[in-house]
Nanobody, 120 residues
Framework: QVQVVESGGGLVQPGESLRLSCVAS????????MGWHRQAPGKTRELVAL???????KYVDFAKGRFTMSRDSAKNTAYLQMDSLKPEDTGVYYC??????????????WGQGTQVTVSS
């Protein structure tokens, strides 16, 4: 079984930065993608950034130029560096991991989310 845990959320003022972390653990044969999503209050969940194995991260428009996703494959970890945060970035940020488990079954796992609040 694979578990995904996010951390790094918090309360910041507009213009400040946060760095989120996502760690996948359990019996993992390989990971082929990791992604960040977010859900603002009263809104549907949306993709923020995604990185596939061997490729550069891809970003949705609102994240380009302000957010940077990176991945440490050796640690099954992904990061989301968020700069110049705005109040509209407030929400719960989730990590998703897609890969192959120890039994060679495909898995798609969501973390429990980490709260990001941007407010003065």
């Amino acid at each position: 079984q694979v578990q995904v845990v996010e951390s790094g959320g918090g309360l910041v003022q507009p213009g400040e930065s946060l760095r989120l972390s996502c760690v996948a653990s359990g019996t993992i044969t390989g990971i082929y993608s990791m992604g960040w999503h977010r859900q603002a209050p009263g809104k549907t969940r949306e993709l923020v950034a995604l990185v596939r194995h061997g490729e550069d991260p891809k970003y949705v428009d609102f994240a380009k130029g302000r957010f940077t996703m990176s991945r440490d494959s050796a640690k099954n970890t992904a990061y989301l560096q968020m700069d110049s945060l705005k109040p509209e970035d407030t929400g719960v940020y989730y990590c998703t991991v897609d890969g192959i488990g120890g039994d060679y079954q495909l898995f798609h796992v969501w973390g429990q989310g980490t709260q990001v609040t941007v407010s003065s």
